[in-house]
């Protein structure tokens, strides 16, 4: 298996919701990325994990909550979102935090918020 | 501070031709990989090529090659025989050296391949 799979593929929710993005991959990566993609822009990073632990929190707003229960799961929980947080998420994984040979993506979640 | 720079916001091409999108960076590093990633309108980004700094010789895949000029700090991308499946957004990007290493991408450039 050589893939991360992101679920859901597009998400709809209201600004007072609660929802959980989820980020999977069973190539027993230990390094897992989340990034956040507007259109036509380049993805910026938000957070990484090493080995199941916080190593990156790129100043990112506390309505974004990273989480990672295990080495092949990935969470984003998200909470009192802002029209502007509308992007597409991307999750990546790679061998481990010092790993130089680039990333495996997902193929994101697209949200929007209403 | 590192940086990467992709000066062709789009560009065109014919279907069968050639297609280079150029792309300059700047690092203090020494040992680094550069990469070509490509976003289709699936949204799915795919690594297209990777070069490895300390490596001289250009890294090639199938119809991708690239040109790596390091003392320049520049990675083109070379596209031959252009395909409709080529269309998509590319990004040239760094990977940064820390824990937790960082990639680093330029602005993308989209590409239009015609028929």
């Known amino acids: 298996d050589t893939e991360v799979t992101q679920t859901p593929k597009h998400l709809v929710m209201g600004m007072t919701n609660k929802k959980s993005l989820k980020c999977e991959q069973h190539m027993g990566h230990r390094a897992m990325y989340w990034y956040k993609q507007k259109a036509k822009k380049p993805p910026e990073l938000m957070f990484v994990?090493?080995?199941?632990?916080?190593?990156i929190n790129e100043s990112v707003p506390s309505r974004f909550s990273p989480e990672c229960p295990n080495s092949s799961l990935l969470n984003l929980h998200l909470h009192a979102l802002q029209p502007e947080d509308s992007a597409l998420y991307l999750c990546a994984s790679s061998q481990d935090g010092t790993d130089l040979r680039g990333y495996t993506f997902g193929s994101g979640t697209r949200l929007t918020v209403v | 501070a590192q940086t990467v720079t992709q000066s062709q916001p789009e560009m065109s091409v014919q279907e069968a031709e050639t297609v280079t999108l150029s792309c300059t960076y700047d690092?203090?590093?020494?040992?680094?990989?550069l990469f070509w990633y490509k976003q289709p309108p699936s949204r799915q980004m795919i690594l297209v090529i990777r070069?490895?700094?300390?490596?001289?010789q250009n890294a090639t895949e199938n119809r991708f090659s690239v040109n790596f000029q390091k003392a320049a700090k520049s990675f083109s991308l070379k596209i031959s025989d252009s395909q409709l499946g080529d269309t998509a957004m590319y990004f040239c990007a760094f990977m940064k050296r820390e824990y937790g290493n960082k990639l680093v991408f330029g602005a993308g450039t989209i590409l239009r391949v015609k028929s």
């Open positions: 994990y090493s080995y199941e632990k916080l190593s």
């Open positions: 070069q490895e700094a300390y490596k001289q």
């Open positions: 690092t203090s590093e020494n040992n680094y990989y």
